[in-house]
Nanobody, 119 residues
Framework: QVQLVESGGGLVQPGGSVRLSCAAS????????MGWYRQAPGKQRELVAS???????DYADSLKGRFTISRDNTKNTVYLNMNSLKTEDTAVYYC?????????????WGQGTQVSVSS
């Protein structure tokens, strides 16, 4: 079994910054891709950013320049630094990972962490 645990969400003022973390726990994990998605009320879940094990990064076009994704392969952890936050960034942010474990490849999701941007 694999578990993804997000942390770092909360309430922040417009223009502020938040750092999210997601750690994958389990034995002998090899994670090919880790990423962040978000879902705002009444909207579909959308990709925020993803990063491969080798460091190739994809961002949503509208978020380039404000959000930064990174990962620590030794800790199986992915981070998302969010700057210049806007009220429209308010959403539940979900961690996603494509995982190899014991010869199996599966996709996992975290429970999500709420980020609320409000004055």
């Amino acid at each position: 079994q694999v578990q993804l645990v997000e942390s770092g969400g909360g309430l922040v003022q417009p223009g502020g910054s938040v750092r999210l973390s997601c750690a994958a726990s389990g034995s002998l994990l090899i994670i090919s891709v880790m990423g962040w998605y978000r879902q705002a009320p009444g909207k579909q879940r959308e990709l925020v950013a993803s990063i491969t094990r080798g460091g190739t990064i994809d961002y949503a076009d509208s978020l380039k320049g404000r959000f930064t994704i990174s990962r620590d392969n030794t800790k199986n952890t992915v981070y998302l630094n969010m700057n210049s936050l806007k009220t429209e960034d308010t959403a539940v942010y979900y961690c996603n990972a494509d995982v190899y474990q014991y010869g199996a490849r599966r996709e996992y999701w975290g429970q999500g962490t709420q980020v609320s941007v409000s004055s």
